[in-house]
């Protein structure tokens, strides 16, 4: 058994982003994400470790991979920017983050087309048993890299 770190929280988006945390734990947050001025868009995100989470038996998980969860409500115009700035805001809050994951239902192309503009590529679909879903992931360049020594695992 090893011990599965801190979900990151504190997350800075970037310009025009605010970023509170509603609620969570150790292991999984919910954050109220902003976007814009007083008539701006406002999402919720769930960020969950996947050793811990509903992913944690649908693939060789690793103990700081993050599923990124964004609420029904985002406006389909806002899924790409928002998926990239949470993303990215994941990968610096969590240097040693080997996957970032977001699962969409199989067969939702315009969640999937918002993923993989994203930065996000498609990597297996997953059944949850009362769900299926289609994984898409986005990895760093230390993982994604070639890496010649394969009596090494990168990154440990």
Same mark, same amino acid.
């Given at each position: 058994?090893?011990?599965v770190p801190a979900v990151p929280t504190r997350l800075t988006l970037g310009p025009g982003w605010e970023t509170v945390q509603e609620s $969570? $734990? !150790?292991v999984a947050a919910d954050l109220r994400v902003r !976007?814009? $001025?007083g008539n701006g868009v406002t999402?919720?995100?769930r960020l969950e470790r996947c050793v811990s989470g509903r992913l944690r038996d649908t693939y060789p998980v690793g103990a700081h991979d993050?599923?990124?969860r964004i609420g029904a409500g985002c406006p389909q115009d806002v899924r790409p920017a928002l998926l990239r700035a949470v993303r990215e805001a994941?990968?610096?809050a969590d240097p040693r983050c080997r996957r970032v994951v977001h699962a969409v239902p199989v067969g939702e192309g315009e969640w999937t087309a918002a993923a993989e503009s994203a930065g996000f590529r498609y990597a297996v679909d997953v059944d949850?048993?009362?769900e299926q879903l289609g994984l898409l992931v986005a990895e760093p360049d230390w993982v994604t890299g070639p890496d010649l020594d394969l009596d090494r695992v990168p990154g440990a």
């Open positions: 058994m090893f011990t $969570g $734990g !150790r !976007r814009g $001025g999402v919720d995100v993050v599923e990124v994941v990968q610096a949850l048993g009362l």
